[in-house]
DNA sequence: CAATAACCGAGACGGTACGTCAGGTCTTTTC
DNA sequence: GAAAAGACCTGACGTACCGTCTCGGTTATTG
């Protein structure tokens, strides 16, 4: 949230603001999106509750932030040397994000809460899946520079395909480990890539 | 839910049980999720609270029977002659049910709040994952038949695969419809099958 | 409050009405009107919250009805003989009701609410008012009947009366005892009634 | 209160203080006591709300004083040559008083919550009974000199009987007023003056 | 055909959380 | 150092649902 706008008066607690956020989390992990209350958080972060509201318009907004600020810390793209190793590397980064209960419960709800709301949708857009799609970017850019990808002529067409490989590994990802509930392990991230790099026959061929 | 246990006294109307299940798929593409209260689903199915209670422990267990209800109607895998065929079918059946209000809002929100409560999940997965995946068993079944896809050989392998295939494409389907917000047209199934049966070069290759 | 007005669903529990009107007045004579809140009353009743609410629109309406049992309770007209000996003994009835701190808080509070709500002020002068005025007529018919007065000629000119020696039996014993805030003893009663009877000189006369 | 205390620093500002208790007036006589907040004052008067709390303790005392500058303007003995005319003088000037709504409001409010505060009633007793009593005083003086009462000869009675007498006409006066809620008429005052002087027989001898 | 058992509607019950508002205090910057 | 601005904590407000619990009444099956 954006610092307030004026410059008279009291200044916000930058203190509290992080206080905030981490006790989100927190109480995300333990309590899950739909039992986490506002008076929760206010408490385990040692405010009132009235500052929240100052801050945030509702849990909706105060739970995207505080998602948002887990991937910034941990999405980094690992420069394995090889498309290949790359997207593994991000496979399992982002499996691992996965794995932790805040994000289990958090990532799909705000998603969830975002299919109806527009407003929401933004947020959750800027601040969550436009930083994932930067590291596909990224990765394609570094394919090039190898020579393991074609370069770039079509500038359009490029954009197509990168927003649906950014679709195909997040999605991928996501279904397994939430929807599917099985492990993202390195023997998946590897058949996995494999068929990203290869389709299915490179998949078959060798299981 | 299974009907009544007992054999004595006044059976349950089945009437009340349909209607129900049609007003929780309104309400829900109305209000979504987490506005969808059990008050308001007992008045629009003309029928008083006690009874839904009756029916269902509550909201989370009545929704994921509604859900389930849904896509027992449309999933179907239709017979196309050949495997991309057979995958853009799918993929566009499973995408037109996304466009729904009421689905958009249901299968986000059910699989979040399953990632908590582990009797949830097994519903979600008894009602509406399993029954995806047997389309991915079908589809792979005709391919071999066809001599698109070698015979199997290893039983386990050929499991992981499916799995594998059945999280590609559930997983970017989803991701592509509801995290990205972007449509899932002729044109995008037509790349993205591509990509799935020859990999990301073939995809590069031609646009 | 009237009891619900339909004859189905779960009907009210009476110890829990009783019981709130107990702490009502237990609490305002420990705080005092603008102390007292629901969450309180409802806490000293063994109550929920929400079952004021849904029998009270809200404090003042619960607060007159607890104060109104109080009137009840208490106000009786003793027959003394004498209509000397009459407004004596409501004088000090009325008196000793206005030294319970519960009754000191509450009446002068709802009285000075219902100067500006209408709806309060109907209940208020329905609740406790007329039940008060209603003692001034019983006192007066006696004495007609004892002699002490003369027979009724003009009956709206008998109104008037009565309405004016109410307003100055009530009014002055709660400005003593509330404004002034001095006691209201027997030696004051005697010559507050003097007064009423024989008018300024009368008191004067005799010390 | 008392304008600035110390000598140094920026002197208080004269403006704000006038403006305040205007503010404070209106907003009594618009919201009543209970709905009067102290922001809406502060936002009324033009002045930060800081401000109040510099110069009052809280709300009741503002009030207090707020209310207390009306009855100097208006409070006024006028001679009329005998003790009727004074008292019924005195009765329609305070009746007056009470008709207009930022009194009704403010003056049983003040009284009712004194009831619990020991310093809010010395407030009230200085600040408006005392010099209400003060009125009696003077009238019964004239009243002596003119040879309506006899003289005074034990001034500790002659104390007491002043007491009786001003609780009577102002108890009875606002009782009529705010209780009763009948106004207080010219024709009114007439009745109930000469039952102040000639006690209830007088006032049923002549209707 | 009566008894019984489970249903149904209505609605009160104890709770929890919501988002708002007011009271008073504290902390900044500006005058 | 007063004033304006505004953040802060506390705590009450009235509302909305939750899931449970009586009620009076209504079907079915069983005896």
Redesign the pocket.
Do not use: E, F, I
């Given at each position: 949230m954006p610092p307030?706008?004026?410059?008279?008066?009291?200044?916000?607690?930058a203190e509290?603001?992080s206080a905030i956020l981490r006790a989100t989390r927190t109480a995300l992990a333990e309590l899950g999106w739909s039992?986490?209350?506002?008076?929760?958080v206010?408490a385990r972060a040692?405010?009132?509750?009235?500052?929240l509201?100052?801050?945030w318009?509702?849990?909706n907004e105060l739970v995207v932030d505080a998602v948002a600020a887990l991937l910034d810390e941990q999405l980094e793209l690992p420069d394995s040397g090889s498309l290949a190793g790359d997207i593994e590397g991000v496979v399992l980064r982002f499996a691992q994000l996965l794995e932790r209960p805040e994000t289990r419960s958090a990532l799909m709800a705000v998603v969830a809460e975002s299919t109806r709301d527009p407003a929401l949708r933004e947020r959750v857009t800027a601040a969550i899946v436009d930083r994932q799609k930067a590291l596909v970017l990224r990765g394609r850019e570094r394919a090039r520079a190898r020579g393991e990808l074609p370069p770039e002529t079509d500038e359009a067409a490029s954009a197509r395909e990168s927003d649906l490989v950014f679709d195909v590994i997040a999605g991928t990802v996501v279904h397994r480990a939430l929807v599917s509930g099985e492990p993202v392990d390195a023997e998946w991230a590897r058949r996995f890539t494999r068929m990203v790099l290869g389709g299915l026959p490179a998949l078959t061929a060798e299981g």
């Open positions: 307030p706008a004026g410059r008279t008066g009291r200044p916000r607690s509290a603001h039992r986490l209350s506002m008076s929760d206010a040692g405010v009132a509750r009235t500052t509201y100052r801050r318009p509702g849990k």
